[in-house]
């Protein structure tokens, strides 16, 4: 007869003492108060049952007009274009911090995200104290893993435990142990004996004594050498590390700064000379294909054009658009930023051919086709992985329109854009929301 038995998972107390406290975080509400490199001045919010808010009002807006605050800094930001990366580099610490700070423009090149090289550097020397956000979320990381196993290893003594007080019964009962207890309490003990080859016990579940960590009333006795040595290591940190890492843009996050914001302002490497935004605007066109193409052979669905659409589109509605690569997408949206909640949405940019001249010629309606010819295995394939990350999925289409004309008073001869609003105003972006739709999720 077999014996039936249940375990019951540690409680929310026991949880709390196996896992250790974490670190405190930045005060990311304050680094990141700013959503944007440029200052806003709003005006105070009318109060219809308080008189005085009007003149509070008209008193803020007259000020306002008489002194004119400037929401730009005074010295543009600068950057430098890479032909070879195909981004721009920031190399000034103050204006890469800047970036990072208001608005999570760019990533670090030495980093995941934010550009802390220096910051680590210096405390895996020994100069400072403290840890970074690569750091801290390493080890939330370890300390996820080694609360899951410490949490299975209880589960396998409470249920070993139960075993042998169950075979001890049926011992003095019968007098021996029946063989179908025999099979259970061996396999609970050679877990456990695999299971110390590699032990992953936390300080905090050791029993005192045995390697638990002090308690904070307890004085530790430190020999005068170590103190003299800590003292010693103090006095390194005046040395002086280089910061080897710079702040690197994409084509899409230079241009809106340098277009939309005006904040930024981009220099040839060679010549340090600022590029105008007529010629920026060609530049990252023709390097959103490789090779470059000239600005002759570019047309209105060039790879740029299409991503910096939808980048202007979702940076204008007030969401933080980032990379998103690693999951297979080409933009992820964030409500805050990446350092107070993961992405929300992941964007797939679909170009979308309605207007008449793509329809004009045969010629044209195969390129067409061609270019938009997508698998449904290939988007079953990108709702999944965003399902399993817990994203939605959007697809925006762009309304690409027909090519511009030198009669229109956008383009010059050469081909190059002469007014880049207007030229941008012709495209269109719309957004479908995709859901992965499954059974016990969604019977109603």
């Known amino acids: 007869m077999g014996v039936h038995f249940e375990t019951q998972a540690p409680t929310t107390q026991d949880e709390d003492s196996i896992r250790p406290p974490r670190p405190p975080r930045p005060n990311y509400n304050k680094l990141h108060a700013q959503p944007l490199p440029v200052k806003a001045y709003p005006l105070p919010p009318l109060i219809p049952h308080n008189p005085f808010s009007i003149l509070?009002?008209?008193?803020?807006?007259?000020?306002?007009?008489?002194?004119?605050?400037?929401?730009?800094?005074?010295?543009?930001?600068?950057?430098?274009?890479s032909a070879d990366t195909r981004s721009f580099h920031v190399t000034d610490e103050i204006t890469a911090r800047t970036l990072w700070e208001q608005g999570f423009f760019g990533k670090g090149s030495?980093?995941?995200?934010?550009?802390?090289?220096?910051?680590?550097?210096?405390?895996?020397?020994?100069?400072?104290?403290?840890?970074?956000?690569?750091?801290?979320?390493?080890?939330?990381?370890?300390?996820?893993?080694?609360?899951?196993?410490?949490?299975?290893?209880?589960?396998?003594?409470?249920?070993?435990?139960?075993?042998?007080?169950?075979?001890?019964?049926?011992?003095?009962?019968?007098?021996?142990?029946?063989?179908?207890?025999?099979?259970?309490?061996?396999q609970a003990r050679s877990a456990e004996e695999i299971d110390g080859q590699n032990p992953t016990l936390s300080p905090a579940a050791l029993?005192?004594?045995?390697?638990?960590?002090?308690?904070?009333?307890?004085?530790?006795?430190?020999?005068?050498?170590?103190?003299?040595?800590?003292?010693?290591s103090l006095h390194l940190s005046q040395k002086v590390i280089i910061n080897q890492e710079h702040l690197q843009l994409t084509v899409e996050e230079a241009f809106f700064l340098v277009y939309a914001l005006g904040v930024l302002e981009i220099r040839d490497p060679a010549t340090a000379q600022p590029i105008s935004t007529s010629r920026l605007f060609s530049i990252c066109r023709s390097h959103s294909y490789f090779p470059p193409q000239p600005s002759s052979n570019l047309v209105p669905d060039d790879p740029f054009l299409l991503s910096y659409v939808v980048y202007h589109h979702f940076r204008s509605l007030g969401w933080v658009?980032?990379?998103?690569?690693?999951?297979?997408?080409?933009?992820?949206?964030?409500?805050?930023?990446?350092?107070?909640?993961?992405a929300e949405f992941a964007v797939i940019i679909l170009p979308s051919y309605t207007d008449g001249y793509w329809s004009s010629t045969a010629e044209l309606q195969a390129k067409v086709k061609k270019k938009t010819n997508k698998s449904w295995w290939w988007l079953h394939c990108v709702n999944r992985v965003q399902a399993q990350v817990k994203k939605t999925l959007v697809l925006a289409y762009v309304e690409v329109p027909s090519p511009a004309t030198g009669g229109e008073g956008i383009i010059n001869a050469a081909g190059d854009v002469t007014d880049i609003a207007r030229f941008l105003k012709r495209?269109?972006?719309?957004?479908?929301i995709l859901k992965r739709w499954t059974l016990n999720r969604n019977k109603d």
Do not use: M
């Open 321 to 342: 658009v980032r990379p998103g690569i690693k999951f297979g997408v080409d933009h992820l949206l964030y409500n805050r930023g990446p350092v107070f909640a993961h």
């Open 110 to 186: 030495l980093s995941r995200s934010e550009p802390a090289w220096l910051e680590r550097e210096r405390i895996r020397q020994g100069l400072v104290l403290g840890d970074t956000s690569e750091e801290i979320t390493r080890k939330r990381r370890e300390e996820r893993k080694q609360f899951k196993n410490e949490r299975a290893r209880l589960e396998r003594e409470a249920i070993e435990t139960k075993l042998a007080e169950e075979a001890t019964e049926h011992s003095h009962s019968n007098g021996h142990i029946e063989p179908s207890l025999a099979p259970g309490l061996a």
């Open 56 to 81: 509070h009002i008209a008193i803020v807006y007259l000020s306002h007009v008489i002194l004119s605050p400037s929401s730009h800094p005074q010295d543009l930001l600068c950057a430098y274009f």
């Open 427 to 432: 495209y269109r972006v719309r957004e479908l």
């Open 207 to 232: 029993p005192p004594g045995r390697g638990s960590p002090p308690e904070r009333d307890e004085l530790i006795a430190v020999p005068p050498s170590e103190l003299a040595s800590d003292v010693s």
